[in-house]
């Protein structure tokens, strides 16, 4: 069932969360954690649609980047290869569970990002254990995974604040227009995250409870806070 829910999930993704400001901050928040990063190889954990490769090669940092990204989920790994067609960056794209082994050496990617897939993890010790394994030493990670019960309001209310900022006396006809061209992906949208947040399949944890899973899986937190609206929950950590 779940696998369904993300091979649906793939078709409205895009249409309804990369119109949202916030979810553009929180890709340029995850490029901008790992700029510091001294190095070229990394790993997008469950990439999806592949939001976050593209502006992750443009974010200023080496000519040499190379990125493994993995997804479960078919439908999601072809739109993400379909953001990356053409532009002569090298992505190598795996279909593969991250409740298993990941078929990785040891000490193999300067930096990992995984958003927004811990909820749907049976293990996520082990996946953090695993993450660990494959970091070399002093690679980061960026994990970013909702509160439990997120809310959509407060999400709704910072992307109208930055469009308030930006387009000072456009920005309702600019909301109007995006609310009317998401109404359709938006029939499934809902449904699909309402599922997954009362669903016993997916999981939250707090904020404690993942820094002291890091900690005792041997990471250094270095940052933590919540982005998204205070949706979600934002940790950096290095090994
Ligand atoms: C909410 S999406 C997040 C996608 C992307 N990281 C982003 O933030 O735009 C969750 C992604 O995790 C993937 N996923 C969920 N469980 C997984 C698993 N066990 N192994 C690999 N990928 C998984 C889904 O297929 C989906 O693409």
């Known amino acids: 069932m779940n696998k369904f829910i993300w091979h649906i999930y793939a078709y409205v993704y895009d249409a309804v969360l990369l119109k949202l400001i916030p979810y553009r901050m929180m890709i340029d928040e995850v490029c901008q954690a790992l700029d510091s990063v001294n190095g070229n190889y990394y790993l997008d954990a469950g990439c999806g ?46 279909k593969l569970d991250l409740n298993n082994k990941l078929p990785f050496e040891d000490e193999t990617f300067e930096g990992i990002i995984c958003v927004n897939v811990l909820y749907s993890i049976q293990d996520p010790e082990e996946m953090i ?6 970091l070399k030493k002093q690679g980061k990670l960026v994990l970013i995974t909702p509160l439990d019960q997120p809310k959509i309001l407060p999400i709704i209310r910072e992307h109208i604040d930055e469009l308030i900022n930006k ?8 909301f109007l227009s995006q609310l ?10 809902i449904p699909i995250n309402l599922y997954i947040t009362a669903n016993n399949d997916f999981w939250f944890l707090t904020e404690e409870q993942i820094k002291s899973l890091l900690t005792s899986s041997n990471y250094c937190v270095q940052d933590s806070s919540l ?13």
């Open 129 to 134: 254990g695993e993450f660990y394994r494959v």
């Open 180 to 189: 009317v061209k998401s109404i359709i992906p938006m029939i499934l949208f």
């Open 167 to 174: 387009y000072p006396k456009k920005w309702r006809v600019i």
């Open 49 to 94: 649609t592949g939001n976050y490769l593209k502006p992750f090669f443009d974010s200023g940092k080496s000519n040499n980047i190379r990125i493994t990204a993995i997804d479960c989920s078919q439908s999601m790994i072809t739109r993400a290869k379909g953001k990356i067609k053409g532009n002569g960056k090298q992505v190598d794209f795996y």
């Open 227 to 239: 982005i998204y609206g205070r949706q979600n929950i934002f940790i950096l950590a290095r090994k």
